[in-house]
Nanobody
Framework: QVQLVESGGGLVQAGGSLRLSCSAS?????????MAWYRQAPGKQRELVAR??????????TYADSVKGRFTISRDTANNTVYLQSDSLEPEDTAVYYC??????????????WGQGTQVTVYS
């Protein structure tokens, strides 16, 4: 079993910044293939915000168009932690932010895991 614990959410004025963190832990983990941040606003579907994937040539990042140039995803591999630096926040960024990980277990397949979510509220 893999646990994902998010932190760093909160209330911030438009134009401000927040740094979200997601710490992963568990047993029999061989590798984290992909770690990502999703968000879900009230009345809307959950959407991908940013993703970081391990490839043969290094980490590859992907961003939603709505956050490109404002958000940055990064990973501390040694500590199994993924970050989302969110700058120039807008009221439209208000949502519950969820950490996601696709994890390969020792001797087995890969599984998807979700964190419990952290609330980000941006006011104008």
């Amino acid at each position: 079993q893999v646990q994902l614990v998010e932190s760093g959410g909160g209330l911030v004025q438009a134009g401000g910044s927040l740094r979200l963190s997601c710490s992963a832990s568990g047993r029999r983990i061989a590798s984290y293939n992909t770690m990502a941040w999703y968000r879900q606003a009230p009345g809307k579907q959950r959407e991908l915000v940013a993703r970081i994937t391990t490839t043969a040539t290094g980490d590859e990042t992907t961003y939603a168009d709505s956050v490109k140039g404002r958000f940055t995803i990064s990973r501390d591999t040694a500590n199994n932690t993924v970050y989302l630096q969110s700058d120039s926040l807008e009221p439209e960024d208000t949502a519950v932010y969820y950490c996601f990980a696709n994890v390969r277990l020792l001797g087995g397949p890969s599984y998807n895991y979700w964190g419990q979510g952290t609330q980000v509220t941006v006011y104008s």
